[in-house]
Structures are given as structure tokens and as C-alpha cells.
């Protein structure tokens, strides 16, 4: 057994595993009880600053078009509702917890953070071009997609080179080469590392299926978080280990996308395309400048 498959197996028995905060356990818990009140949620969200201006930061971005300026968390939670906040919550926590990592001196955390919350920013951004309603449900998926690369840096961190290296001199995806060295890749790692936090369903198949929509639950959902990872890449935002082309409407997300989305025959891909891009480089200005 080579060590990606050793760390697969032995994923739930390591000692140093990062946890899930369980402040954030708690808001999840919170957010889907049918009794809870936005009071109870901001009496426990109140509790962590970081959180607190997480969720007004998100209440005042593009991202939601709320019309006027939010500064109440109470405010908040109800303009935003209880998914969204969860959503918000979710990604905070682990994107924090990734920073406070030791991680290898080879792998470009700043770089994977910025590709990571690019994929979420841009998988929302296709979601409001084509009229859907997710609960932002696929900004956190695109923003949690990579994590089980995390921990192929934390616990494998040869292998990683060793994937990145070979992916760069074939011209291919991470997933490709990573697959091919190691017959195991980080969709199934990171899966299953969501599966030990028990995080929501929803979350785990877009991580598990963000290469292979086709075999998700939701298809429509692992095909945004697919189509906005790959698109990601095209803009340049962050770098997640992937030299691989496409063209997007050969692609098996896009095409997914079109059936599930029931979008017209009529459809313009141009014009979407160029909507979806200057759309994405002014999420990139804004979120991104000076990264």
C-alpha cells in the first residue's frame, strides 16, 4: 500500500487530525432546529469576533446585492437566513484553521486559500447568472473543494511534490497525475475528512464528485463547484497544482449544467462567458487586490 492510500485508510486513527471548531458545530445545530431564533444564533456567533465580521463582510458583498448597508449581526443572520449563515460560518472556520497549519514549505498556502475562495466567489457568481438557488450551498462547496490537498501537505508531503511535479511536466490535472502515482486522490481524502467532522451531506458529495459531477448526488451543484474550479484556474486566481486544458463547452460539468439547469436552446455561451468573466475579474479586484 503506498503512503496516500495508508493516509486514506488511517485518516480517522491520526493523533494530530485537525478538529472542527465546535463553535461552529454548534451554529450548525442551531441553524437547523426548526425552534431556533436569529437571537439564539447571534448569541453564539457574538462570541467569536472573527465571525461576527465574517457575516457582515459577506451581508455587505456583491456576492448577496443587498440594497443597503448591513452593521447589526442580528440583521444579518435575518437577511442572509440560516443556510447562508451556516454556509459562512463553515468556510470561515476551516479557512482559518488552514492558516494556522504547519504546512510544507513547498506547498503556497497564500495561493491555495486564494484559488480555494476564488472556486466559492465564482461558483456563486455562475449560480446568479443562470437564476438558480442554492443557499450558497455551492459557495462553500467551491470553497472547501481542495481540502483534502491539505492534507496530503500536512501528512504526505513528498507525495505532493511528487503530484505537482509530475503534473507539470505532462501538462495535466492534479487529479490526473495524482491518480496516476498514487491511485488515490484528494476529492476522496477530503471527503472523508468532512465525513470525521460530520459535516452536511450536501457539502461532502460536492467535495467527493468536484472532478466527476456526473457521479453526484446533486449533479447540478458538483458541476458549478466543477465548472468554477476549472474556470478559476483560466483567471488566473490562486494555483491549485492544475496545467491541464479544457474548453468549457466540450466539458462535462458545462454540459451538465445545461441539461440539469434546463437552460434554453437558444442559450448565447458567449455572451454568458464574457458576463461570467468580467463578473469574476471584478470579484477578483475586490476580494483579491493586493494578494
Given at each position: ?21 465546535a ?7 442551531l441553524t ?12 453564539v456567533i457574538?462570541?467569536?469576533p472573527?465571525l ?16 443597503r448597508e ?10 442572509l ?10 468556510i ?12 510544507h514549505?513547498?506547498?503556497d ?6 484559488h480555494?475562495f476564488g472556486?466559492?466567489?465564482t461558483?456563486?457568481?455562475?449560480t446568479?447568472i443562470?437564476?438558480?438557488n ?11 473543494h481542495?481540502?483534502?490537498?491539505v ?11 511528487e503530484i505537482?511535479?509530475?503534473?507539470y ?16 486522490n484528494?476529492?476522496q481524502?477530503?471527503?472523508k ?6 459535516l452536511?451531506?450536501?457539502?461532502i ?10 457521479k453526484a448526488n446533486n ?18 486566481i ?7 486544458k ?20 437558444d ?6 462567458t464574457?458576463?461570467l ?14 494578494t
Amino acid at each position: 500500500m503506498n503512503k496516500v492510500k495508508e493516509l486514506y485508510s488511517n485518516l480517522a486513527n491520526i493523533d494530530d487530525l485537525p478538529a472542527f471548531p465546535a463553535i461552529a458545530f454548534e451554529i450548525i445545530r442551531l441553524t437547523r432546529d426548526p425552534n431556533t431564533t436569529s437571537r439564539n444564533l447571534e448569541e453564539v456567533i457574538k462570541k467569536d469576533p472573527n465571525l461576527v465580521s465574517q457575516i457582515l463582510k459577506f451581508a455587505n458583498s456583491s456576492l448577496y446585492g443587498l440594497s443597503r448597508e448591513v452593521t447589526s449581526l442580528n440583521h444579518a443572520i435575518n437577511l442572509l437566513g440560516f443556510v447562508q449563515v451556516e454556509n459562512i460560518v463553515m468556510i470561515s472556520v476551516i479557512l482559518s484553521s488552514v492558516k494556522k497549519l504547519p504546512l510544507h514549505k513547498n506547498f503556497d498556502r497564500d495561493k491555495f486559500l486564494e484559488h480555494s475562495f476564488g472556486c466559492g466567489v465564482t461558483a456563486k457568481i455562475i449560480t446568479n447568472i443562470l437564476n438558480l438557488n442554492f443557499s450558497s450551498t455551492e459557495f462553500s462547496g467551491g470553497v472547501i473543494h481542495d481540502i483534502g490537498k491539505v492534507l496530503l501537505d500536512l501528512y504526505a508531503p513528498e507525495c505532493l511534490d511528487e503530484i505537482l511535479e509530475n503534473a507539470y511536466k505532462k501538462g495535466i490535472s492534479f487529479l490526473d497525475s495524482e491518480m496516476e502515482l498514487y491511485g488515490i486522490n484528494h476529492s476522496q481524502l477530503g471527503s472523508k475528512l468532512l465525513s470525521i467532522w460530520g459535516l452536511p451531506e450536501e457539502i461532502i458529495d460536492i467535495v467527493a464528485n468536484h472532478h466527476t459531477p456526473s457521479k453526484a448526488n446533486n449533479k447540478l451543484l458538483s458541476a458549478i463547484v466543477h465548472v468554477a474550479d476549472l474556470l478559476t484556474y483560466s483567471e488566473g486566481i490562486g494555483f491549485g497544482g492544475n496545467y491541464a486544458k479544457f474548453t468549457l463547452e466540450y466539458d462535462e460539468g458545462w454540459q451538465i449544467i445545461i441539461d440539469e439547469a434546463k437552460v434554453r436552446g437558444d442559450f448565447d455561451l458567449a455572451y454568458f462567458t464574457f458576463k461570467l468573466y468580467e463578473d469574476i475579474d471584478n470579484a477578483k479586484q475586490l476580494y483579491f487586490e493586493g494578494t
